[in-house]
């Protein structure tokens, strides 16, 4: 049966975690404590805390920074609040960024 690629987006979240595992738990521990704020954050201030898995900008190298997001909302610790902001680091070239907040599942 044809998942329109949701199997093969969970299977390359998974490779990309193992593949950043010591990079993921100080993700992880960032994560907890933004969400904890309550007050919205986007991916781009996980990363300001704890720099890129691949410790720099390289093409592919750094899709654990999404798998870690959405390994966090399915742990139940943060939620999309609806909304999408302009990343401010030049090197995202003005992307749109997904806005969280935390959940209370902390």
Do not use: C
């Not at 805390?49 to 410790?55: F, K, N, Y």
């Not at 959405?70 to 749109?96: D, Y």
């Amino acid at each position: 049966m044809d998942t329109s690629g949701k199997d093969e987006k969970e299977q390359g979240m998974a490779l990309a975690l193992d593949a950043a595992a010591e990079w993921r738990e100080a993700a992880y521990e960032a994560i907890r404590g933004l969400a904890s704020t309550r007050r919205p954050f986007t991916s781009e201030d996980v990363v300001a805390q704890v720099g890129l898995p691949a410790g720099g900008v390289r093409t592919n190298r750094n899709n654990a920074v999404g798998a870690v997001m959405n390994a966090s909302a399915k742990r139940g610790w943060i939620v999309k609040t609806g909304r999408h902001v302009t990343a401010k680091r030049k090197q995202l070239h003005a992307a749109e960024l997904i806005e969280w907040t935390g959940n209370g599942g902390i």
